[in-house]
């Protein structure tokens, strides 16, 4: 059996029931994969709604796929190739539930602008290393999703002959099942049912329907709303809450060390000896933490000293960083090096919207390469400033981020992973062989941290220079067993607590075990 290459597939259509099962089967499929990857609810109430939810969700989202593919043929006078047009879009929506049930699992969110962002700005790419097995992977369940909609289709037909059902009884069905379906949703958040709301979080892309002020007018008790966040525009936003006075009398040097996805157990003699060694000679903070789990929020908070939460009032005023108010009026240099992007997330309209014709970024692929690339160019930057002159340097490390080191570099924890496949990983995966490469990465960063500051040594620099080294959010591993792996998707310590080390000037050593935070 062939993929288009039936009579079928070229002939033209009179007669399309099959289209109704067809979809319908589709959505089960979708609500099966989806429902499979989802917690249990334990009351049966939960149970039903999350079943019936996700069915009835789906068959409208399969039932807007096939208005495309109607719509399509007619605009595009591929009519008679119908069955093409089905196999293909749906076999691209099946691979969106597949993507997303994959997404949900590691990273407990579903696909969403963000994430459609990264993919079409390409740096899901640039932070994401997939390997050839991993593109394996994908192009085998590809073949395999087109196998899979060409048996549907013959199935479908099957079905459309065999029962009495129109397509417009399909559609009349599921539309009121999905009108209802909202008004129960509505009705749950309203009275405070949270064992049904709940469960909306599993179902993707459901919309969030509120019945509150309309059930109030009814005559019916609802429950309070708390009050909302901040509005997510830059009226009202006041930064800072008072000018800042600074008058240093002597303008030393800083130096920002940030590693992507370095966590606090990875700072011990055996993994960066560099950089342990140096927390003798430094401020130690023995408990810090993030202030998330995710780099645009972690960043954010390191720089303004606030909540992640004024994220979007700062963007959509473009406020950079009062940090940098202070360091321009000082006549500080600014040397700001990504390895990776420094324009998504977009810190270039946020943390460094006054510099940003002064960022620069990696110029490879690679990241473990990028990370050389940007310590060889601050190091040559360096070398070019003058002894008399303050500097700004923040570098943003990001091989344990995304898993790179140079072909040659050695194998200093084993057994370990030579490249990553995500799609393998889940709660019965081994995780040591990937934690001990995320362990060679760290290791790796702390040999190019180390040529920085023998550079700031060898110039006579560190006895003016504040050096600071930190990361922005942990790395978990899967170690609650709850098949949490990579950031941004559970706050435990693992994603949210960091190293923090002060080589501050004319400060004691000391190794200091009070909580801290990057709001600090």
């Known amino acids: 059996m062939s993929l288009v290459f039936s009579k079928d597939a070229i002939a033209p259509y009179q007669d399309r029931r099959w289209l109704a099962p067809f979809t319908f089967i589709n959505a089960i499929i979708m609500a099966l994969v989806t429902l499979w990857h989802s917690q249990w609810p334990i009351s049966l109430g939960a149970q039903v709604y999350l079943v019936a939810g996700m069915i009835i969700h789906f068959s409208v989202l399969s039932f807007l796929v ?10 595009l006078r591929l009519r008679k190739h119908c069955v093409t047009l089905a196999i293909i879009l749906f076999a691209l929506a099946q691979l969106i539930i597949i993507t997303n049930v994959k997404v949900f699992s590691l990273y407990h969110f579903h696909l969403n602008g963000m994430v459609i962002n990264l993919l079409f700005s390409g740096a899901l790419l640039e932070n994401i290393a997939f390997s050839w097995q991993m593109w394996a992977s994908i192009a085998a369940i590809l073949v395999s999703v087109l196998i899979g909609q060409r048996l549907l289709v013959a199935l479908s037909r099957k079905v459309s002959n065999a029962g009495s059902l129109s397509n417009r009884h399909y559609v009349g069905f599921f539309l009121v099942s999905y009108i209802g379906l909202q008004l129960l949703s509505g009705c749950a958040d309203a009275f405070g049912w949270n064992n049904l709301t709940a469960q909306n979080r599993y179902i993707p892309w459901m919309p969030t329907t509120t019945m509150r002020s309309s059930l109030e007018k009814m005559g019916f008790e609802v429950k309070q709303q708390s009050s909302k966040l901040k509005a997510n525009t830059a009226n009202g936003l006041k930064y800072p809450t008072a000018p800042l006075q600074c008058a240093p009398k002597e303008k030393l040097n800083i130096l920002m060390l940030v590693v992507d996805s370095l966590r606090f157990d990875q700072l011990n003699a055996e993994v960066m000896p560099n950089t342990f060694q140096l927390k003798n ?3 130690s903070f023995e408990h810090h933490f993030s202030t998330s789990n995710s780099t645009r929020y972690g960043l954010f908070s390191m720089f303004y000293g606030i909540s992640g939460s004024y994220w979007k009032p700062m963007l959509a005023a473009e406020r950079g960083s009062v940090l940098f108010d202070v360091t321009q009026k000082l006549d500080y240099k600014h040397f700001i090096y990504g390895s990776s992007t420094l324009t998504f997330p977009e810190f270039d309209r946020t943390i460094f919207s006054t510099l940003r014709d002064q960022l620069q970024s990696g110029q490879y692929k690679n990241s473990a390469a990028n990370d050389i690339d940007i310590t060889e160019r601050f190091i040559r930057d360096l070398k070019a400033q003058p002894a008399n002159e303050p500097f700004f340097g923040f ?16 194998r200093r924890f084993e057994p370990m992973l030579e490249k990553v496949n995500y799609l393998e990983l889940n709660n019965n995966y081994d995780p040591v062989p990937f934690l001990n490469l995320y362990k060679t990465t760290a290791h790796f960063v702390d040999g190019l941290m180390k040529q920085i500051l023998d550079e700031l040594a060898a110039q006579q620099r560190l006895h003016n220079t504040l050096v600071i080294i930190t990361s922005d959010h942990g790395q978990e591993f899967n170690e609650l067993h709850k098949n949490f792996w990579g950031h941004n998707s559970n706050f435990s310590q693992w994603q949210t607590r960091d190293p923090l080390v002060l080589l501050w000037p004319g400060k004691e050593p000391a190794s200091i075990n009070r909580l801290t935070s990057h709001e600090d």
């Open 281 to 283: 000679q430094a401020l």
């Open 66 to 75: 096939t208005l495309c593919i109607l719509v399509l043929g007619f605009l």
């Open 395 to 410: 570098l943003f490390f990001d091989a344990p981020h995304g898993f790179g080191i140079p072909q040659d570099y050695p």
